[in-house]
Nanobody, 119 residues
Framework: QVQLVESGGGQVQAGASLRLSCTTSGRTFSSGRMGWFRQAPGKEREFVSSLNWSSGSTFYAESVKGRFTISRDNAKPTLYLQMNSLKPEDTAVYYC????????????WGQGTQVTVSS
């Protein structure tokens, strides 16, 4: 079992920055993917970004490309999402998720952290 805990959310004005963190505990894995998803009120959860834990390769949704950066600290181990130039449409609950190497889908999810961006 893997436990994921997000932190770093908050309320900011448009143009500001936030850094989300996702700490992991329990069973850890050296490969697979970890990612960030978000869900705005009244909308379905959507993909934001992901990172291959072993290679470090990254993917981003078009809506955040160039503004958000996903990264990791293997030693902790912690996943980060640096969010710059935030927009009101980035307002959502942000979730950290883990997809083990043996799984085709994200199996483990955090409880989410709220990000609110005002104009």
């Amino acid at each position: 079992q893997v436990q994921l805990v997000e932190s770093g959310g908050g309320q900011v004005q448009a143009g500001a920055s936030l850094r989300l963190s996702c700490t992991t505990s329990g069973r850890t894995f050296s490969s697979g993917r970890m990612g960030w998803f978000r869900q705005a009120p009244g909308k379905e959860r959507e993909f934001v970004s992901s990172l291959n834990w072993s290679s470090g390769s990254t993917f981003y949704a078009e809506s955040v490309k160039g503004r958000f950066t996903i990264s990791r600290d293997n030693a902790k181990p912690t996943l980060y999402l640096q969010m710059n130039s935030l927009k009101p449409e980035d307002t959502a609950v942000y979730y950290c998720a883990a997809r083990p190497e043996y799984s085709a889908e994200y199996k483990f999810w955090g409880q989410g952290t709220q990000v609110t961006v005002s104009s």
